[in-house]
């Protein structure tokens, strides 16, 4: 086990950890850019680390997130994440569930 510095990561896309219970990943966005729709089979989180991204859901739930903000959520809702200049974004996915 080694901490990580994620002001140190130099790429725009990191797994941090995975294992059979949740991965963790580092995404740095620049304006306009990030994740189209998509879903996953499990829970989800996400934190900004800095700048500020919008989150969009299916179901039609929005969210303007900026740093600092923690979101938990049902990552089986189709959603995307936009980022609103660049923003840098911690996003834990959960085992998929059965």
Do not use: C, W
């Not at 998509?38 to 700048?51: C, E, L, R, W």
């Not at 997130?65 to 996915?93: M, Q, W």
């Amino acid at each position: 086990m080694n901490p990580i510095n994620i002001n140190n990561i130099v790429t725009n896309r990191e797994f941090l950890v995975e294992n059979e219970k949740f991965k963790t990943l580092f995404f740095k966005f620049e304006d306009g850019k990030g994740l189209p729709n998509h879903s996953h089979n499990g829970y989800a989180t996400i934190q900004v680390v800095s700048g500020t991204v919008d989150i969009e859901f299916k179901d039609g739930e929005k969210f303007e997130l900026k740093e600092g903000d923690f979101l938990p959520f049902d990552a089986r809702i189709e959603h995307n994440v936009i980022s609103k200049g660049t923003s840098k974004v911690l996003v834990t996915i959960s085992q998929s569930l059965s």
